[in-house]
C-alpha cells in the first residue's frame, strides 16, 4: 500500500482574492475571509481531480517499490529531497529518480522494504506558473461556491455549464 502525506502546502495559491473577487463580482471586503477559504478550498479539489501540485509543495510517499520503482502520485515532481529505507537515508547512489511528468524514483539497493520518498512537487512558486485552463477552473469554482453557499438551493434551477470541468482534462493524471 502506497501513503501519501503532505509535509510543507503551497505559500500562495494558484489565484488572488482580486482575481477571485472579480470572478465573482464582489465590489466590498466583507466577504474577504470567506472568499480566502474557498480558494483554498478550489485549489485543493483542482488537486484532488488532477492528481497534481499546482503551487510548489512538498510530499512524503511510503511504500514497497514494485520491481524496484516508486510511482510518484502527485505531479510534476520537480526535485527529490530524499529517499530513505527503514530509519536511515540512502545515498543518492542508491536510487534514480524520473521527474516531471510520469515521475518515479528507481531504488537500486533494498528493494524489499518500504521506502520513504520525499519530494517537491508543483508547476512553480508563483499563481503565474499554473496553467491558465486550471486557474480558470478554480476561478470558476470559486463563483459558483460564493453564489450557492448553502448546501441546499430551493427554488432554483442549477444546472452546470458543460465546459468547466474540460478545463481540467488535458491535467488529469493516470490512475493505474
Known amino acids: 500500500m502506497i501513503r501519501s502525506r503532505l509535509i510543507a502546502p503551497p505559500a500562495v495559491e494558484p489565484v488572488t482574492l482580486g482575481e477571485a473577487k472579480a470572478q465573482a463580482r464582489v465590489e466590498h471586503d466583507d466577504d474577504d475571509e470567506l472568499i480566502l477559504r474557498l480558494i483554498a478550498s478550489a485549489r485543493s479539489s483542482a488537486e484532488q481531480r488532477t492528481g497534481r501540485a499546482l503551487i510548489t ?45 510520469f515521475p518515479e524514483v528507481e531504488v537500486l539497493a533494498d528493494q524489499n522494504a518500504e521506502v520513504t520518498v520525499t519530494y517537491v ?11 491558465v485552463p486550471i486557474r480558470q477552473w478554480i476561478l470558476i469554482a470559486v ?34
Open 121 to 131: 512537487a508543483g508547476y512553480g512558486g508563483t499563481a503565474e506558473d499554473v496553467p
Open 57 to 101: 509543495q512538498t510530499w512524503e510517499q511510503r511504500g514497497r517499490p514494485q520491481g524496484g520503482m516508486i510511482e510518484l502520485r502527485r505531479w510534476p515532481a520537480v526535485e527529490v529531497l530524499s529517499v530513505s529505507v527503514g530509519s536511515g537515508p540512502l545515498d543518492t547512489e542508491a536510487w534514480r529518480a524520473e521527474l516531471g511528468e
Open 143 to 176: 463563483d459558483t461556491m460564493y453564489e450557492l453557499r448553502e448546501a441546499e438551493v430551493t427554488g432554483t434551477i442549477v444546472s452546470r455549464v458543460g465546459y468547466v470541468d474540460g478545463l481540467l482534462n488535458d491535467y488529469r493524471v493516470p490512475v493505474g
